[in-house]
């Protein structure tokens, strides 16, 4: 066979990690409640259902919105031979007004700097393709979302350094550990172009303090690079304090400030809900980025139906009200009903204010505190617990024993089941620890309190890789990273 090129045999694509591999073994046996009731529990996917029932509504009670019905069916050759990379006026509008809404209406965007890509995951690979060659880096603050190794770097070329936060303050951002991590990198001859950062966090659930923002506008303004501010958690924001976007910090600023080395990344992935329609939105203050990001556009357009669908939800002023404040609602009384759940056994958690997932900390679990113990303590989780939670290494966190855990994906019957089963498991750690014949913390037991016979996971197939699992809702293999 002839050689193939660097980008399809290269590891860069993410999948060979933690992360992945446990969305694999969901895959491979997920739960349901009277179908297979002891699969795994899908807790590492940060979708969010809670109002998914807002949403069926108003198609139901706007059935024109789609071009596929009888209502809308006339307006189906119009947007059927629609293809301007641009995007659909009306949706660039109808996103721009969305996006001020959803920050509260303190800011406003511009639609004419809206360039729309193929979801978060496209939005991120464009801004890096626009302001990085292949080969220079940009600094991203640690725990950071795992998939931005294949977003920003793949195809690219470009390399990720962590800035390295800890747990003694709540893992916050500082200047001193960004210009730490830039220092470095220079030292090292590696190029940065830029800082990238989350705001909300994922994987903390955290919003930046103005401060801290300001002080990192400061920083790049004065190094002369780019920040990109990946905000598509906006609408997540259910406690306070409320999230700051960077638009609002900027404009706030001193007029040195150069705005064209700014960008935003948006999505209604997660503030909607609707991942599948794979909307993702870059929004730059450079007009340079501005008109080469339209046309990188055109290799992933979102499609003319679901933009002529989203201008019309997102235009009804009085559905988005409804729709942010139920959501917001939703998620604060999940939020609490987990964390609540989990300090009644002694597991403590991040506190956070946003995003679909916390932070959890099993650092008291581990046998030993290192990445080996973390591990351990996974394969565990998943193999006898039957949960998928994502470890904190996949996330590039210095710390051993922190755990990403999504909330937002399952119903209420869901999360008992989820809690009752990490309880039992806590509790018989504990009667492990305390009987002097074992060595071993975590040594299975025949006894094991929940039943966990039908279809177990085997650690090899847990930490493989390279091998593709079915998924239960398609024929064919497929990879777990455009679940992302």
Same mark, same amino acid.
């Given at each position: 066979m002839a050689t193939l090129s660097k980008i399809a045999t290269n590891d860069r694509h993410g999948e060979n990690s933690p992360y992945f591999d446990g969305w694999k073994a969901y895959d491979r046996n997920p739960f349901h409640p009277t179908q297979n009731p002891e699969g795994v529990i899908q807790m590492g996917l940060a979708e969010n259902q809670l109002c998914f029932d807002l949403i069926k509504e108003w198609i139901s009670k706007n059935p024109s919105a789609s071009i596929c019905t009888a209502e809308g069916v006339d307006e189906f050759k119009d947007i059927a031979n629609f293809q301007d990379y641009h995007g659909l006026p009306e949706f660039r509008q109808a996103v721009a007004k969305f996006m001020s809404r959803a920050r509260g209406g303190r800011v406003t965007f511009d639609p004419q700097r809206v360039v729309v890509a193929g979801g978060a995951t496209g939005a991120n690979e464009l801004i890096t393709f626009c302001i990085a060659d292949p080969g220079d880096a940009f600094l991203v603050p640690s725990p950071y979302y795992p998939a931005?190794?294949?977003?920003?770097?793949?195809?690219?070329?470009?390399?990720?350094?962590p800035v390295n936060c800890y747990s003694s303050n709540n893992f916050q951002i500082t200047r001193e550990a960004v210009e730490e991590a830039y220092k470095k990198a220079r030292e090292a001859n590696i190029n940065v172009k830029g800082l990238i950062i989350t705001n909300p966090s994922n994987p903390l659930g955290t919003t930046l303090h103005r401060d801290t923002l300001e002080s990192l506008v400061n920083f790049v303004n004065e190094n002369n690079i780019h920040l990109v501010v990946d905000e598509i958690y906006a609408a997540t924001v259910f406690n306070s304090p409320k999230l700051v976007s960077i638009t609002e910090v900027i404009e706030k600023m001193d007029s040195n400030i150069n705005r064209d080395n700014i960008h935003v990344i948006y999505s209604l992935s997660k503030d909607m809900g609707l991942p599948g329609f794979r909307v993702?939105?870059?929004?730059?203050?450079?007009?340079?980025?501005?008109n080469c990001g339209r046309k990188m556009s055109s290799f992933g357009l979102i499609s003319s139906q679901t933009q002529y669908l989203l201008a019309s939800m997102l235009n009804d002023d009085e559905f988005v009200d409804n729709f942010l404040a139920e959501s917001s609602k939703r998620l604060d009384k999940r939020y609490h009903t987990f964390t609540k759940g989990l300090e009644q056994i002694g597991i403590k958690c991040l506190k956070s204010n946003a995003g679909l997932f916390f932070w959890m900390n099993l650092g008291h679990l581990l046998k030993e505190q290192t990445l080996e113990g973390e591990m351990e303590l996974w394969r565990m989780i998943i193999n006898d617990v039957k949960l998928n939670v994502s470890p904190g290494s996949?996330?590039?966190?210095t710390e051993p024993g922190w755990f990403r855990v999504c909330f937002a994906n399952m119903d209420d019957e869901t999360v008992h089941v989820a809690l009752n089963r990490i309880g039992a498991f806590v509790c018989q750690g504990q009667e492990t620890s305390t009987q002097p014949t074992k060595k071993k913390r975590w040594q299975k037991k025949n006894d094991l309190r929940l039943?966990?016979?039908?279809?177990?996971?085997?650690?090899?197939?847990? #930490? =493989? !890789? &390279?091998?593709?699992? #079915? =998924? !239960? &809702?398609?024929?064919?293999?497929?990879?777990p990273l455009v679940r992302a």
């Open positions: 931005f190794d294949r977003d920003l770097g793949w195809r690219t070329g470009v390399k990720i350094v993702g939105i870059v929004y730059s203050y450079n007009d340079t980025v501005v996949s996330f590039q966190c039943s966990f016979s039908s279809r177990m996971i085997s650690e090899e197939s847990v #930490m =493989s !890789p &390279h091998k593709n699992m #079915m =998924s !239960p &809702h398609s024929p064919i293999p497929r990879s």
